[in-house]
């Protein structure tokens, strides 16, 4: 046998020493990452059915592209919508900034928490405040379910903020962490959500990927104060919106995809039960629209072919180890990566039929879908990261 010259050795020596140098160096940052404490508890989760295709009512088409953009650059992330006597339609940012607008211009109406150049920052979200589902009363006031504050009533048009109830009091002998949807009866009793217990909003990509159920549904009465818990132990409880007649309400479970009915009149009253599941995204706010039928937004989508082999949540849903390990390694600007460039916007029954679905398959004007709230003949989207609102004709649904 041949053997090898003193140069070849050195070459030898030195490539087993750069190989156990790497294999060193990967165990140790193995250990490294296998030592740092996770920042969720996951619990798993596994979805019963898989994604649904996008055929029938659910068939891609391009409506959302027709939309029109509204006073881009000037708002930042408008969510949820609300509309006084007089057609003046509110709608609250990611800086904690309410503006209103009506016939091509808009004003800022109030600011629920400091007013901070950097506000809309990761940093100074909870002290800037984040208006999210709104409604205006009888007596014309703005009520507002600020995040990070509390349930707030703003008075109109001078802008001033009462608090009616602040987070660090919440319901129930538990504090609010994260104050999220909202809709109100004709008497003035206000349904809203609180999305956790645990995660504020900043961090609602753990509470989607932890798939703990601790958000809850509450009912506020405005004349009386009187308040209670309707329903807790709901997976990332967002949007909720009533019926026509009152008779029951929506509320989405967006981790989850589904949303509950719960029932306020009737032989079932104070009963819930699942309305729909296995939805092609995972739904934030719910509005009623003019048909009495509910618009549901997909804040991002779940659909058979959204993904390489499934949907990423799908597949880390059913183990607790990976979803760990997932929230150790990864930055919040990662999870982006993710989620498909689609945007989708429901229309539903209340006796859980999906009659239609609005579409916008590359995400080429809306990126996504937080709510799509309906005035006169015109429906208005909003998106948590958008920076303009969108609007386009109901003729085009």
């Not at 009253?269 to 092609?280: A, H, Q, T």
Request: charged fraction near 20%; hydrophobic fraction near 40%; glycine fraction near 10%.
């Amino acid at each position: 046998m041949k053997k090898l010259t003193d140069n070849q050795k050195a070459v030898v020596s030195g490539t087993n020493r750069k190989a156990l140098l790497l294999s060193i160096c990967v165990g140790a940052f193995a250990l490294i990452v296998y030592l740092i404490p996770s920042p969720i508890d996951p619990k798993p989760f596994r979805f019963d059915k898989p994604p649904p295709k996008l055929e029938g009512p659910l068939a891609p088409n391009f409506n959302l592209q027709k939309a029109r953009k509204l006073f881009e650059g000037k708002v930042a992330g408008p969510e949820s919508f609300a509309v006084d006597k007089n057609g003046k339609i509110y709608t609250g940012g990611s800086d904690g900034k309410i503006w209103g607008f009506q016939s091509g211009q808009i004003q800022l109406v109030a600011i629920t928490g400091k007013n901070h150049s950097n506000c809309g920052s990761f940093e100074l979200e909870p002290v800037c405040g984040r208006p999210k589902g709104m409604k205006v009363d009888k007596g014309g006031n703005l009520i507002v379910a600020d995040a990070y504050l509390g349930l707030l009533k703003v008075s109109l048009p001078a802008g001033n903020i009462q608090v009616l109830i602040p987070n660090n009091k919440g319901l129930g002998g538990v504090p609010f962490k994260f104050l999220n949807g909202l809709d109100m009866s004709e008497d003035d009793v206000v349904y809203f959500t609180d999305s956790s217990t645990k995660w504020d909003r900043r961090h609602h990509k753990y509470e989607v990927i932890e798939t703990n159920n601790y958000g809850r549904l509450f009912e506020y009465d405005l004349k009386t104060g009187r308040s209670k818990v309707l329903l807790s132990e709901l997976y990332l409880a967002s949007g909720v919106a009533l019926s026509s007649d009152e008779s029951y309400l929506l509320v989405s479970e967006m981790s989850v995809c589904r949303i509950q009915k719960y029932y306020l009149k009737g032989p079932k009253v104070g009963k819930s039960e699942l309305l729909l599941d296995n939805l092609p995204g995972y739904p934030d706010n719910i509005r009623l629209n003019s048909r009495g039928n509910f618009y549901v937004g997909l804040a991002s989508v779940r659909y058979e072919g959204s993904g390489v082999t499934k949907p990423f949540l799908d597949v880390v849903a059913p183990f607790p180890a990976v979803k760990r390990f997932v929230a150790k390694v990864l930055p919040f600007w990662v999870y982006s990566i993710f989620l498909p460039k689609h945007s989708m916007l429901l229309e539903i029954t209340g006796d859980g039929a999906i009659l239609g679905s609005h579409h916008d398959p590359t995400a080429d004007v809306l990126s996504g879908i937080s709510e799509g709230f309906q005035y006169l003949d015109k429906v208005y989207i909003g998106h948590f990261a958008s920076t303009f609102i969108g609007e386009i004709s109901v003729n085009d649904l």
